[in-house]
């Protein structure tokens, strides 16, 4: 089993849309998640960290849902250039607690977003 | 800061040739990753450096991979000898060693192994 699992969609989405994708992951120690948006030929950057209390930037909503494992991203009124692919990321803390270091990252979410 | 910054931002080799790739994490940061993307894998941890010692190798491929950080501004990455399927996208990322930071990328070397 993949240690972080995306549905890759692709999602094909009318502007105005609201559209969610899902996330979830096997290692029970992951400690901080994230979603990072990638555009086509370009590096993945940091969309927004996910708290377990869940967190709202704009029109995005993120989830996290720790007794199932699960993280959500909620975008509301869709817009063009919401297009591109979502990546779901965990983190979590080496054995020793000294370092926060391994990302791991989900296969991507394809939302195209057409007028 | 101008960013990780990463070199070359394209190679072409022929098979069974060395690559080398390079690495300069954002000032401060002391962590430092390199992935490599492909269609069918998607992003793939290869190696992670903590205050310049590797922590975790185990996504390398095999013993053909090779990486270094021989001070906190700089890594490389080296594939000896190169094979078509090396063929992919390698970022480099760095990040501050603390939960729930986030990590910036590089631009990406494109790789192409013919």
């Not at chain 1, 029970?28 to 555009?39: E, K, L, N, T």
């Not at chain 1, 959500?72 to 607690?97: E, F, M, P, Q, W």
Request: charged share 20%.
């Amino acid at each position: 089993r993949k240690e972080v699992e995306q549905d890759p969609g692709p999602f094909n989405v009318p502007e105005g849309a609201t559209v969610a994708f899902n996330c979830t992951y096997s290692n029970s120690a992951s400690q901080s998640f994230f979603w990072y948006r990638q555009d086509c030929r370009k590096e993945p950057k940091l969309l927004m960290s996910v708290y377990s209390s869940g967190n709202e930037d704009g029109r995005f909503t993120a989830q996290l849902n720790r007794a199932s494992q699960y993280i959500s991203l909620l975008i509301r009124d869709s817009k063009l250039s919401d297009s591109a692919t979502y990546l779901c990321v965990v983190n979590k803390a080496n054995a020793g607690g000294t370092s926060y270091g391994k990302l791991t990252f989900g296969q991507g979410t394809i939302l195209t977003v057409h007028p | 800061d101008a960013g990780v910054i990463q070199s070359p931002r394209h190679e072409v080799t022929e098979m069974g040739q060395e690559v080398t790739l390079r690495c300069k994490p954002i000032s401060g940061h002391n962590s430092l990753f390199w992935y490599r993307q492909t269609m069918m894998r998607g992003l793939e941890l290869l190696i992670y450096f903590n205050n310049n010692v590797p922590i975790d190798d185990s996504g390398m491929p095999e013993d053909r991979f090779s990486a270094k950080m021989p001070n906190a501004s700089f890594s490389t990455l080296k594939i000896q000898p190169s094979e078509p399927r090396d063929s992919a996208v390698y970022f480099c990322a760095s990040s501050e060693d603390r939960g729930n930071t986030e990590a910036f990328f590089g631009q990406g070397t494109r790789l192409t192994v013919v």
